[in-house]
């Protein structure tokens, strides 16, 4: 099966800044999604990626405050703009191939 | 989607096999029913899926009842590196534009030694 990488995998944040996350796929995937996971919870889908197209919010997530880009095939990357303390979650991006699969999640902490 | 209901947590001796239940019973005929599971600091894994059949790979077991309105995962030997959140999650089809896991509040297998 691929391999996915994320970078950061940790990080911690001034509230007021923005954190770009990187998604690595080693293989090419149309469908790529983001997805939080606040301290304790469940995922929650942000929204689904597919290369050459807008990003689609699920609802209650925004393009101006979770930026998406999808230049390529194997790449994405989520932005999460404007932090504040309520941001710190695990953010997770994944991908489909016969099944889902998803990576090891990068772990942001806003001060 | 369907909505899927499992008990937040339970135990199981290692060893032993686990049974951990799932309720869908909203569940649509175009729906199958997923499992993953999320062990401490990881991403979810998926372990197996069905429509309406039973099934079987080198992780698990699969049961869904003929009215599909429930199903059971089967680990027949946990392990302690079993121990884990697991979901139950159904969803429209294997492939299309429809892909969404949506996930639920999942079941934490506490497996004891």
């Known amino acids: 099966s691929a391999v996915i990488s994320q970078k950061p995998s940790r990080d911690i944040c001034q509230r007021g800044t923005s954190l770009t996350i990187q998604c690595q796929v080693d293989?090419?995937?149309?469908?790529m999604f983001w997805y939080r996971q606040q301290p304790g919870q469940s995922l929650t889908l942000i929204a689904t990626a597919n290369q050459g197209s807008e990003a689609t919010y699920e609802s209650g997530f925004v393009i101006d405050k979770f930026p998406i880009s999808r230049p390529n095939l194997t790449f994405s990357t989520l932005t999460v703009s404007n932090m504040s303390p309520e941001d710190s979650s695990i953010y997770l991006c994944?991908?489909?191939?016969?099944?889902?699969?998803f990576g090891p999640g990068t772990r942001l902490t806003v001060l | 989607d369907a909505k899927t209901t499992q008990p937040p947590s339970m135990d199981c001796a290692e060893g032993r096999a686990a049974n951990l239940p799932c309720n869908h019973s909203?569940?649509?005929?175009?729906?199958?029913v997923y499992w993953y599971r999320q062990i401490h600091s990881q991403g979810p894994q998926y372990i197996i899926h069905?429509?309406?059949n039973n099934e079987t790979n080198e992780m698990a077991s699969l049961i869904i009842t003929e009215d599909r309105k429930s199903s059971t995962l089967i680990l027949p030997h946990a392990t302690l590196r079993d121990t884990a959140v697991y979901y139950c999650i159904v969803r429209i089809g294997t492939s299309g534009a429809t892909n969404k896991l949506i996930f639920g509040t999942g079941t934490l297998l506490a497996v004891q030694p």
């Open positions: 994944s991908f489909k191939s016969n099944e889902q699969f």
């Open positions: 069905g429509l309406k």
């Open positions: 293989s090419q995937v149309t469908m």
């Open positions: 909203t569940i649509s005929g175009n729906e199958y």
